[in-house]
C-alpha cells in the first residue's frame, strides 16, 4: 500500500516562513491532481487550500493567495506548499492529497503547523 509522508510543519511566529514537503513510499502513476488541504482545531472538515490541477495549472483558496505557493512533480509524486507570511489563522493540520484517473486516492498523515501571534 502506498503511503504519502510529509514533513516541514512546526511552529512559527506570524510574517514567517515555512515549507511542506510531501512524497510518496512508493511510485504513483497517473497522477491527475495534487493538494493540500488544511483542517482547523475542533473542526474535521478539511478545507482545499491549494491544488495542482489535471492540465497543471494552480488553484489557492482566497485566504492564502499571494502568500502560498504549490509546487510539485506529477511523474515522481513529490509535492510541496511554500507558505509565506504566515498568520496565527493558518494555524491547522495540513494534509497533503494525490488523486490518479484510475480513481486512486492518498492523503498524507498530516503535519501540524502552528502560527503564534
Known amino acids: 500500500q502506498v503511503q504519502l509522508v510529509g514533513s516541514g510543519g512546526g511552529l512559527v511566529q506570524a510574517g514567517g516562513s515555512l515549507r511542506l514537503s510531501c512524497a510518496p513510499s512508493a511510485n504513483i502513476r497517473n497522477i491527475e491532481t495534487m493538494s493540500w488541504y488544511r483542517q482547523v482545531p475542533g473542526k474535521q472538515q478539511r478545507v482545499l487550500i491549494a491544488d495542482i490541477t489535471s492540465s497543471g495549472g494552480t488553484v489557492y483558496a482566497d485566504s492564502v493567495k499571494g502568500r502560498f505557493t504549490i509546487s510539485g512533480d506529477k511523474a515522481k509524486a513529490t509535492m510541496y506548499l511554500q507558505m509565506n507570511s504566515l498568520k496565527p489563522d493558518d494555524t491547522g493540520v495540513y494534509f497533503c492529497?494525490?488523486?490518479?484517473?484510475?480513481?486512486?486516492?492518498?492523503w498524507g498523515p498530516g503535519t501540524q503547523v502552528t502560527v503564534s501571534s
Open positions: 492529497y494525490i488523486s490518479t484517473n484510475h480513481g486512486d486516492r492518498y
